[in-house]
């Protein structure tokens, strides 16, 4: 009896969740290459995290956890970002953590698929699904469209989640030399098969995508 009103009570949220509140090409962990997330993004952009903030939206009679990121973009590849203040600033609201519920002695954890990350003051390049119903945008394939960029000696390097893995599947490989590692030599198989590309070759070989859509 209790399992089932709780039941009852949670379908509402969970029913925004996987319709309203996130896109459904947000939820899907399918391995990407290059050309399906730039499908699936309504933008794309370099920029630094300036903000984090937690709080929550109503949806579907209850609260949804969210998460509010802003970013100073420097370089952009999709999408109109607003400029305020002389710079261009982009913001991504997506789900944040569910925390365990407990109805007596039951406790739900939430099975949703855990969303990326970003860490105030560091660089990303990410895409971005458009806005739902209820306001939420997602980083597309999950920690496949989030792509951190550090800096290796003089070069930048670009790397996601998966450390990359897929993102040129049944592509050409990049011409321009690049995967070198974060703590490794450089290895000319890690960008068919996986491993950190160059920001420039990644940026060149976005644009030539965009190109042919």
Same mark, same amino acid.
């Not at 309504?42 to 630094?48: L, N």
């Given at each position: 009896m209790m %399992? /089932?009103?709780? +039941?009852?009570r949670l379908a509402p949220v969970v029913a925004v969740l996987l319709v309203a509140a996130v896109p459904a090409v947000a939820t899907t962990v399918m391995q990407m290459n290059l050309v399906e997330m730039s499908q699936r993004s309504?933008? !794309?952009?370099? +920029?630094?995290v300036l903000t984090a903030a937690e709080g929550t939206i109503n949806a579907g009679g209850g609260q949804l956890p969210v998460v509010t990121y802003r970013l100073e973009v420097e370089?952009?590849?999709? +999408?109109? !970002?607003p400029v305020v203040k +002389?710079? %261009?600033?982009?913001? !991504?609201?997506?789900? =944040?953590?569910?925390? &365990? @519920?407990?109805? =007596? /002695?039951? !406790?739900? @954890?939430?099975?949703? &698929?855990?969303m990326p990350e970003l860490a105030i003051g560091r660089t990303y390049l990410v895409f971005t699904t458009a806005r739902s119903a209820v306001g939420l945008s997602a980083i597309v394939g999950l920690g496949q469209g989030a792509f951190r960029i550090e800096q290796v000696g003089k070069d930048e390097v670009a790397v996601n989640e998966v450390n990359n893995s897929g993102l040129f599947r049944d592509m050409a490989a990049p011409t321009a030399p690049a995967a070198r590692s974060l703590a490794a030599p450089p290895a000319s198989s890690a960008v068919p098969g996986g491993g950190p590309i160059s920001y420039d070759e990644l940026a060149r070989q976005i644009r030539t995508v965009l190109g042919q859509l």
């Open positions: %399992r /089932n009103l709780f +039941g009852r309504a933008q !794309i952009y370099r +920029g630094t370089e952009a590849f999709r +999408g109109d !970002i +002389g710079m %261009r600033i982009a913001e !991504i609201r997506m789900l =944040g953590k569910s925390k &365990p @519920v407990r109805r =007596g /002695n039951l !406790i739900h @954890v939430s099975s949703l &698929p855990r």
